[in-house]
């Protein structure tokens, strides 16, 4: 069965960092990417970030670039988004999605995680 | 990177059809095939339901459809049933190693 686990959510204060994992099972992990996709409070979904199977491709959204970092551990089989300077606005849950294929440029959001909550307070 | 545009709210009745818009530009919807469309039921895991504009992922009903037609996708549910009640979002790559999601519409199954 394909898993996608993340962890590492909590609450944080204002300026301060977490690292959240993306642990995955089930399938043959690295020829996938992987995004980062949240939802803050009563709004939509937004891409947060990416990761294509070699880490050739990475992209942020606006509204994270510069602060947050994605990377990915083929040998654990897992993805990290390390989140710096974190702001109120950063407060959702965070998805780990698996796409359906190994780059960005075809397939799509194939399977996603059950989410980590953060909270920036 | 500017949130694709959905309506915020649709509504139809068991058995009717209906269609979602997602309007774009240039930089995203119109010059890639790759939108697709999620199903999110509130307090579960989003749900995969069109990839690259037109594909329906194995399992997916095909009462599920979609298009798209320059800067605009259409996702089409036909034969309305109550579980089709959700938030649907579509999502188009916008160039860059990016990707943007639209705002969602709340279909309501009355």
């Known amino acids: 069965e394909v898993q996608l686990v993340e962890s590492g959510g909590g609450l944080v204060h204002p300026g301060r960092s977490l690292r959240l994992s993306c642990a995955t099972s089930g399938f043959t992990f690295d020829v996938y990417a992987i995004h980062w996709v949240r939802q803050s409070p009563g709004k939509g979904l937004e891409w947060v970030s990416g990761?294509?199977?070699?880490?050739?491709?990475?992209g942020y959204g606006d509204s994270v670039k510069g602060r947050f970092t994605v990377y990915r551990d083929n040998a654990k089989k897992s993805v990290f988004l390390e989140m710096n300077s974190l702001r109120p606005e950063d407060t959702a849950i965070y998805y780990c999605v698996k796409h359906s294929s190994g780059s960005f440029f075809e397939g799509g959001f194939h399977l996603w995680g059950q989410g980590t909550a953060v909270t920036v307070s | 990177q500017s949130a694709l545009t959905q309506p915020a709210s649709v509504s139809a009745s068991p058995g009717q059809s209906i269609t979602l818009s997602c309007t774009g530009s240039?930089?995203?919807?119109?010059?890639?095939?790759?939108v697709s469309w999620f199903q999110h039921h509130p307090g579960k895991a989003p749900k995969l339901i069109i990839y690259q504009a037109t594909l329906r992922p194995s399992g997916v009903s095909n009462r599920f459809s979609a298009s798209k037609s320059g800067n605009t996708a259409s996702l089409t549910i036909s034969g309305l049933q109550p579980d089709d009640e959700a938030d649907y979002y579509c999502?188009?790559?916008?160039?860059?190693?990016?990707?943007?999601f639209g705002g969602g519409t709340k279909l309501t199954v009355l």
């Open positions: 990761v294509s199977w070699n880490s050739d491709s990475l």
């Open positions: 240039s930089s995203d919807v119109g010059s890639y095939k790759l």
């Open positions: 999502c188009s790559y916008a160039g860059g190693d990016t990707f943007v």
